[in-house]
């Protein structure tokens, strides 16, 4: 038997998979946010966790040391979420100019 | 001129709608695509994906993502549907959803797999088996004057290959290079015999156009995309510019 959530199983997903319960949340998409794990220390983008689900939660690991940094479940009557292996959460905003105003060749 | 860098205001993305299956294509054996018309859907991009629920008569519901499979369309919304073992939300969308039901729909959700047209830069795509979906939406995105496209789509098996006719209709234009991997079985006369995706087998026959380095999304089972990342690497590929999608433990 698999124990979700449990490392010793290949994650079936990655943190793409956790837009959806997030959006609920968050007022702006949180995939691309980098998380720091509270374990290793590592930075990586909230969609390139190792993700284990979905029932009855999505489980989101550190691709860098397997650490557990964030959990979501979502209830009948509310979204359950444990931040509780991450130390920050940078979140990119829109700014002004557009992105895709911006001539990327200017930029080197 | 102020645009939202994900379509959709935010109460919008978080709404769930009623959708309406208007039709249904067989791609495979084991794939269908559904054509939903959602009321006052905000748009999306391709990559996105929109969360479907489905609720029991006793109250249970289960919800699952799918990504899109073809680019903003009015309240269109095509999703790919690959039955899995003991998928119980898949099988049912596969099999039991009829034209005129409804399911209830968020999103689009997800701006990290995306790609945006506009965006500079050429284009590799490499999916395994239904990880293909995400990234057709992105080649069916392509307009006048988009970037090429190069599509390395591993399969276990010919009859495996989903959009297979519209693939052939792509390859045959000039912007994009299409190639299959077999894995177990390839095709009579095939030049490639059948084996898993190798670093040859993403080096592009033509060349990129003034060594612009491409965009790369790798999409498919979390074997099949953690190879590939890791020999897109092997390749010189920036890890900055390689985007991954996992979908499931079983690979092609």
Do not use: K
């Not at chain 2, 390839?186 to 026959?205: H, I, N, S, Y």
């Not at chain 2, 790798?218 to 996992?246: K, M, N, Q, W, Y």
């Amino acid at each position: 038997m698999t124990i979700p959530g449990h490392p010793g199983a290949e994650a079936a997903y990655d943190g793409n998979l956790m837009a959806g319960p997030l959006s609920e949340l968050f007022a702006l998409d949180v995939t691309v946010a980098v998380v720091r794990c509270r374990g290793c220390g590592a930075s990586s983008e909230v969609a390139t966790l190792r993700v284990y689900g979905p029932e009855p939660g999505l489980v989101g690991r550190c691709p860098g040391c397997d650490d557990v940094l964030l959990r979501v479940v979502r209830t009948p009557d509310a979204v359950w979420l444990d931040l509780g292996g991450v130390t920050s959460l940078r979140v990119p905003a829109p700014r002004v100019p557009l992105e895709e105003d911006v001539d990327r060749s200017a930029q080197t | 001129m102020a645009r939202a860098a994900v379509p959709g205001g935010l109460s919008a993305r978080r709404a769930w709608r009623d959708a309406t299956l208007v039709e249904r294509r067989p791609e495979t054996d084991s794939a269908v695509t559904l054509v939903l018309d959602v009321d006052g859907w905000p748009g999306h991009l391709p990559g996105q994906h929109v969360d479907v629920r489905l609720t029991a008569p006793d109250g249970y519901t289960a919800t699952r993502s799918y990504s899109v499979s073809a680019p903003e369309h009015g309240d269109r919304v095509e999703l790919t549907i690959q039955r899995v073992p003991d998928g119980e939300v898949s099988t049912f969308l596969a099999d039991g959803l009829a034209v005129g039901d409804a399911v209830r729909l968020r999103g689009p959700v997800g701006g990290w797999f995306v790609w945006r047209p506009g965006q500079a830069g050429p284009v590799l795509l490499v999916a395994g088996g239904s990880g293909i979906v995400p990234l057709m939406a992105m080649l069916r995105a392509r307009v006048a004057g988009s970037p090429p496209f190069r599509l390395v789509y591993s399969v276990r098996e010919p009859d495996d290959v989903i959009y297979r006719d519209e693939l052939a209709a792509i390859a045959a234009t000039d912007d994009v290079e299409v190639r299959l991997v077999h894995t177990r079985r390839a095709p009579e006369g095939a030049a490639r015999p059948a084996g898993r995706l190798q670093g040859t087998d993403l080096l592009t026959a033509t060349g990129w156009d003034g060594g612009d380095p491409p965009t790369c999304y790798v999409c498919g089972p979390t074997g099949f995309v953690e190879s590939a990342a890791d020999l897109l690497v092997g390749l010189g590929h920036a890890a900055d510019r390689i985007r991954t999608e996992r979908f499931g433990p079983s690979g092609p």
